[in-house]
């Protein structure tokens, strides 16, 4: 079984300014920690970041037929980004949504996600916990049809 994260806009910064709602965790660091639980689990797994909306797109395309889930911090374009949800929509790979911090305690803006209509789930506000219990919950997911 292969899972995909792909991460957004300005996550590459974490551990680096606003530890009070992102933690002090790198995402190299959160990664890493991925990786250990997805070896447990006999999963194999694709980490990536992007600034940019096009290059995430591109990523969720190429996923089909490569990876049986999708998990997806997509940052702030998951407020914002058309695109990304259509993406997510047209490939048919179950995707999951996560954040570390919860959006919906946050400013009102947060309170949309474009991509949770599209999505398995969401997982919010569990800090880079968030990243491991959205795989654990791949293994579940993974045979969904779209
Ligand atoms: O809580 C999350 O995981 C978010 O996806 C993080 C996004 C935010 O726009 C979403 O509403 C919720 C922001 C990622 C930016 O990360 C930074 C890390 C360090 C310093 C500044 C920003």
């Known amino acids: 079984m292969k899972v995909l994260f792909l991460n957004g ?3 590459n910064l974490l551990g680096q300014r606003e530890p ?3 933690g002090r965790a790198t995402l190299a660091d959160i990664e890493a920690k991925v990786r250990e639980r997805a070896s447990e689990l006999k999963v194999e ?7 940019q909306e096009g290059e995430l797109v591109g990523w969720i395309q190429e996923a089909k037929g490569k990876f049986d889930v999708i998990v997806i911090n997509a940052a702030a ?4 980004s058309i695109a990304l949800r259509d993406a997510i929509a047209a490939v048919g790979v179950p995707t999951i949504e996560i954040h570390l911090s919860n959006v919906h305690a946050r400013e009102e803006f947060r309170h949309k996600s474009l991509i ?4 398995c789930g969401q ?3 569990f800090g880079q916990k968030s990243y491991i219990l ?7 997911v993974k045979d969904r049809v779209k």
Request: aromatic content about 10%.
């Open 116 to 119: 949770a209509p599209v999505c």
């Open 20 to 22: 009070e709602v992102y």
């Open 134 to 140: 959205a795989l654990e919950a791949s293994v579940d």
């Open 123 to 125: 997982i919010c506000g």
């Open 77 to 80: 374009y998951t407020h914002t």
């Open 9 to 11: 806009p300005n996550l």
């Open 45 to 51: 797994i694709g980490f990536r970041q992007s600034n």
